[in-house]
């Protein structure tokens, strides 16, 4: 079975992995806007976790697309989503808007957002091109992703898609996303898409 399911998880990656001249090409930039409200979640967060939220080192273009890259994207977006097991924080902490990193292996979205940007920086792609995003789902609810910003423009990292799309291709309302200049500062998506979002009653 464990080879199996390993043997189903190479022949995603491959058809993915030939799937990234198409998925450049639908691809765009998020508008953004200007500086809005840190979640609370991640302003708790940069407290004890303070050389994560500063002031980017390096500032420039996206980082550059490239098969290998993308390869590494998709890996690290699989490994992360079929490890770990979603639970809310109030069931892990006792209570709402807790981000950490994935502890025994069960975490919110925030935390799977957290876990790849950790991976991917470790593996090299700067910290400005590795954002986490607050956006809406259809039925309402809020929830975190990681944006990739690459030369392609924006994918998303998602624990609830397996694919890695490009953010104009997800049903999402983009509201906001760290600032690529500092990963302590956060700004508005200015997001006109027609997308549909359900109330926003709990």
Not at 36 to 42: A, R, S
Not at 57 to 68: E, H, K, M, Q, S
Not at 95 to 110: I, K, M, T
Request: overall charge neutral; glycine content about 8%.
């Amino acid at each position: 079975m464990a080879r199996w399911k390993t043997f189903i998880l190479a022949v995603g990656l491959i058809v993915q992995g030939f799937t990234i001249a198409a998925s450049a090409q639908t691809a765009s930039f998020m508008p953004t806007g200007g500086r809005t409200t840190q979640p609370i979640g991640h302003y708790e967060f940069c407290q004890s976790h303070q050389s994560e939220c500063a002031k980017s080192a390096t500032i420039g273009n996206p980082v550059r697309l490239t098969r290998d890259l993308w390869s590494a994207i998709i890996q690290v977006n699989n490994a992360v989503n079929t490890s770990m097991m979603p639970l809310t924080d109030q069931q892990i902490w006792g209570r709402e808007e807790v981000w950490s990193y994935p502890a025994h292996g069960v975490g919110d979205c925030e935390d799977y957002a957290l876990e790849k940007r950790r991976i991917l920086i470790e593996q090299g792609i700067p910290a400005s091109s590795l954002l986490i995003t607050v956006v809406r789902q259809t039925n309402g609810s809020g929830h975190a992703v990681l944006t990739v910003r690459t030369s392609h423009g924006d994918f998303i990292l998602d624990n609830l898609e397996p694919r890695v799309l490009a953010w104009n291709a997800t049903e999402y309302k983009f509201l906001k996303r760290q600032s690529e200049r500092h990963a302590g500062i956060w700004v508005s998506i200015e997001d006109g898409r027609d997308v549909l979002v359900g109330s926003l009653q709990k």
